[in-house]
């Protein structure tokens, strides 16, 4: 399952990225002409640092078979994933 997820994120959807690259010249266009702002990303990061993620049942029950898989491995892995991934929510 992880390894199917995993391989899940390297596919790519053509239309999708067509779109996405649309969104980033229309956003690109409307900063040139002044009709919109940028920050500094520090100022982007501290209005989003009071957010709190909550993962969904199904991501919750994944995040622990993974964990599970990991310390079917070798000892200690699936903690150090576990820790790892909550980092990347900090």
Known sequence: MVDDILSSLDETDGALDRLWAREAEDRLSAWRRG???DAPLKDVLRHFQHVSIRLLEVAQRELREAVDWYAAQAPRFGDAFLIETLRAFD
């Open 35 to 37: 009709e919109i702002r």
